[in-house]
């Protein structure tokens, strides 16, 4: 259960646009800390968004990502009012969902 | 052709050649700035320290502390949980302790009168890092984000209020430090930088509301957003003047001396800087 993200969804003429926000560390599991000592991996591998049920957006990202991915991508035959939910899991099996209403 | 005239003529084409390339660095500066800039506008949309002010407003209403309180009765100098426009006001005199007190040591105030932590607990971590996020900087990117759009407003009318902007002008103009460094020594002067950082010119009003009023704000190269505390605490660790105790008293003159400096302008964060 990580943090919440932020999506944003809005409705501009025939597409949907949607732009999420996503809290999370992405380690790479090759940096140092302080003492010397591996940071361990941690990173978001994959995503995935649908729109009412339909899958309508699916990405692999992995630790070429930075910290808290920004992701902005839009779909058609959407519509106001809709649920768009979003779904990541990452490299420790943890996972995150969270959806919005089209505007 | 003869020796002579290919020699003059590649003698002409190197100049003319040199003569390029120096108007063309000219212009690819002039150009890295506007790239710059369009970059910034595209990343304002997704600007991670909404999640920080998202976060913060969890915190400002969760109950907390020994005293199991929220912060809903925190006095930002407004009234008691008055949040929105508090910050463009601040730093600013509470008669309640009789000093002057920026946001940051404001929170230390009422997270340790109202919930009862302790000080090291109301200051713990004030600076996160991945993996360690701060709850500090969580609640300042709320109460600050609760400003946005509003016009910087520092009134500086009570007596300790001007003692304290004269103060942090004092200090704005002192140098000291093994590189005998003053804020003036970097942010006075038009177009000066250090490497390819641009420094604001503070005695140019223009730039003195930008700059202020785009702090605090998400660091893309630290993944975190760093409160004016920071900000001022980073100044001074590169002028190599002593490492500034979180919530000094001189952290909150020079706030204020570059928040009044900086009246009028629409305050805008928090921002997103590199």
Not at chain 2, 134 to 146: H, N
Request: hydrophobic content about 35%; some cysteine.
């Amino acid at each position: 259960m990580g943090m919440p993200m932020l999506i944003r969804a809005k409705q501009k003429g025939e597409n949907t646009e949607v732009k999420v926000l996503v809290k999370h560390d992405m380690e790479t599991g090759r940096r140092k800390d302080e003492a010397g000592n591996i940071v361990p991996a941690h990173f978001i591998k994959t995503i995935s968004a649908s729109c009412e049920g339909k899958i309508i957006f699916e990405g692999e990202l992995g630790p070429a990502v930075s910290k808290d991915p920004f992701l902005s991508f839009s779909f058609k035959n959407g519509k106001k009012g809709d649920k768009v939910s979003i779904t990541w899991v990452d490299n420790k099996d943890d996972s995150r969902t969270d959806e919005t209403k089209i505007r | 052709m003869t020796i002579m005239n290919i020699k003059r003529l590649l003698i002409f084409f190197a100049s003319v050649l040199s003569m390029c390339t120096l108007t063309s660095s000219v212009s690819a500066q002039d150009n890295t700035s506007e790239e710059i800039e369009k970059y910034r506008e595209l990343l304002a949309d997704g600007n991670p320290a909404e999640l920080w002010e998202l976060t913060g407003e969890e915190l400002w209403y969760r109950e907390a502390g020994p005293k199991n309180k929220t912060l809903e009765t925190c006095d930002l100098g407004k009234g008691p949980g008055i949040v929105e426009g508090a910050y463009v006001e601040m730093p600013r005199y509470f008669s309640d302790v009789d000093k002057v007190m920026d946001l940051e040591q404001r929170l230390i105030y009422c997270r340790m009168m109202i919930q009862g932590l302790s000080r090291e607990q109301a200051t713990e971590r004030p600076f996160g890092s991945a993996g360690n996020s701060s709850d500090i900087e969580a609640l300042v990117a709320y109460v600050t984000g609760q400003s946005r759009g509003m016009k910087i407003a520092v009134a500086v009318s009570h007596e300790k209020e001007k003692r304290m902007y004269e103060m942090g002008k004092r200090f704005f103009y002192f140098r000291a430090g093994s590189h005998d460094f003053g804020c003036v020594t970097c942010h006075s002067g038009e177009n000066k930088r250090i490497r390819l950082q641009e420094l604001p010119n503070f005695m140019n009003v223009e730039q003195a509301r930008k700059s202020y009023g785009s702090w605090p704000a998400y660091r893309v190269s630290q993944g975190e957003v760093r409160s004016m505390q920071h900000r001022l605490y980073d100044c001074l660790r590169q002028q190599r003047c002593p490492e500034a105790i979180y919530g000094t008293d001189l952290v909150t003159a020079i706030s204020l001396y570059l928040a009044k400096n900086a009246n009028g302008g629409t305050y805008d964060a928090p921002a997103m800087k590199r």
